[in-house]
């Protein structure tokens, strides 16, 4: 059974970094990063196929990276040139439900992790 959990959040000020993880207990191909903020839906930020495939949202497209490291199992984001805008809770995702092709869906995958926090301040 497919689990998830992310590790790697929190506190940084503007203009910093962090790495989240999200370690996977079995092999899945496709993966995405989502955040979430009180009183709003899941933000699809990026998303990878196996290990190359990338796609990303407009409003993270060259400060954030995604990657895996399939022999981990392992997911990550690299996030650059932090914004109080990006303070949220930061979830990965996999388990695509059935042909959906929207990979920055929240309603795409049926699997997700407990999330993490990363607060951005001045």
């Known amino acids: 059974q497919l689990q998830l959990m992310e590790s790697g959040g929190g506190s940084v000020q503007v203009g910093g970094s962090l790495r989240l993880s999200c370690q996977a207990s079995?092999?899945?191909?496709?993966m995405a990063w989502f955040r979430q903020v009180p009183g709003r839906g899941r933000e699809g930020l990026a998303t990878?196929?196996?290990?190359?495939?990338?796609d990303y949202a407009d409003a993270v497209k060259g400060r954030f990276t995604i990657s895996k490291d399939a022999a981990r199992n392992t997911l990550y984001l690299k996030m650059n040139d932090l914004q109080p805008e990006d303070t949220a809770i930061y979830f990965c995702?996999?388990?695509?439900?059935?042909?959906?092709?929207?990979?920055?869906?929240?309603?795409?995958?049926?699997?997700w992790g407990q999330g993490t926090q990363v607060t951005v301040s001045e």
């Open positions: 990878i196929w196996d290990t190359v495939a990338t």
């Open positions: 079995i092999d899945t191909y496709r």
């Open positions: 995702s996999a388990g695509v439900i059935g042909r959906s092709y929207l990979f920055l869906s929240e309603n795409t995958y049926s699997v």
